[in-house]
């Protein structure tokens, strides 16, 4: 039997809803290339100096402005949860699930977050990615390794840092888990 008329057949016996998703319509794939992930590392280290930069020439407002434009186009809060745990935060606030929380994070100035005083507005001038491995799986890919970040006087501050991407449905890479701690400096 020809292709087509295999399909209209199991249409009519099982309806459209047992059909594989080929025969319903277009594929789309969301598989996720080495060269994406690397490009959204950089274009997050890109845009945590621009913050910054932004902070000590136009001011809070501007940097705050832009922090939230940076959210919007890395991270995946319009999906759900992301799962944040930034650097340099305390509980009851450790994790930044939610958009605002993630704001807070890196500009300041919430009420709702009296601790955090803006890591994007410490004068960051270089952001440096070291992975130590990445791992993609289809339609996700997971990064681990460290990130050195350079203030203004020079001094370098190293994290570690993992992330999780995934690509929303415009085929866009979204970070949906991002963990960063400063590494462990023994007793």
Not at 82 to 90: A, E, I, R
Not at 143 to 166: H, L
Request: charge should be positive.
């Amino acid at each position: 039997m020809k292709k087509s008329i295999c399909i209209a057949l199991a249409s009519a016996l099982l309806g459209a809803a047992a059909l594989p998703a080929a025969a319903k319509g277009p594929v789309v794939n969301h598989a996720i290339s080495e060269a994406e992930v690397l490009a959204a590392q950089q274009a997050w280290c890109k845009a945590l100096v621009d913050i910054s930069t932004t902070a000590t020439a136009s001011g809070p407002v501007a940097a705050k402005a832009l922090a939230e434009k940076v959210i919007d186009a890395a991270y995946g809060y319009q999906m759900g949860a992301v799962l944040f745990k930034p650097t340099l935060t305390t509980a009851p606030q450790t994790f930044r699930t939610t958009r605002e929380g993630a704001l807070a994070y890196f500009v300041g100035g919430n009420p709702a977050y009296p601790k955090d005083t803006g890591f994007a507005l410490k004068g960051w001038t270089k952001c440096e990615i070291a992975n130590a491995a990445v791992f993609i799986t289809g339609d996700s890919a997971n990064t681990m390794g460290n990130v050195a970040f350079t203030d203004k006087t020079g001094k370098v501050t190293t994290v570690d840092k993992t992330w999780t991407f995934v690509k929303d449905d415009a085929g866009k890479l979204r970070i949906v888990v991002h963990h960063s701690s400063l590494p462990f400096s023994g007793n």
